[in-house]
């Protein structure tokens, strides 16, 4: 009989860049799993702008937001990029991605 052994630790491997970025650009998280973090946040904030970055990584496995070039979707609910302000706390997945990550 076989049984399954659970680790007492998580593995993360997802893979993070520092790059050239919009200086109002903190992160963004890829739809290839991938994060990007501006070169130029400061050390103290690296934790809190990787915690939300994997909360849109989350949502995009769990299916909830997808991105292009010109839309976001989210919930199968389309937003045109060209009328919103990336970012914007009163979004529906930067809602969820502030309250997980408050205090991250």
């Known amino acids: 009989m076989a049984f ?7 593995i993360d491997n997802t893979p993070i860049y520092h790059v050239d970025m919009e200086d109002d650009v903190m992160g963004k998280a890829n ?10 946040v400061k050390p103290d904030q690296l934790p809190d702008v990787v915690a939300h970055e994997k ?3 989350e949502q995009m496995k769990r299916g909830d ?4 070039d010109k ?3 989210w919930m199968g609910k389309v937003y045109p990029r060209s009328k ?4 914007a706390h ?7 991605a502030y309250k997980r990550t408050k205090n991250a």
Do not use: Q
Not at 31 to 37: L, P, V, Y
Not at 65 to 68: M, T
């Open 31 to 40: 739809n290839n799993g991938t994060i990007i973090i501006n070169k130029n």
């Open 90 to 96: 009163d979004l529906p997945w930067e809602a969820e």
């Open 65 to 68: 937001l997808d991105y292009d």
């Open 4 to 10: 399954k052994i659970n680790p007492p630790y998580t």
């Open 71 to 73: 839309n976001v979707y």
């Open 84 to 87: 919103m302000n990336e970012g």
């Open 55 to 57: 909360v849109h990584i």
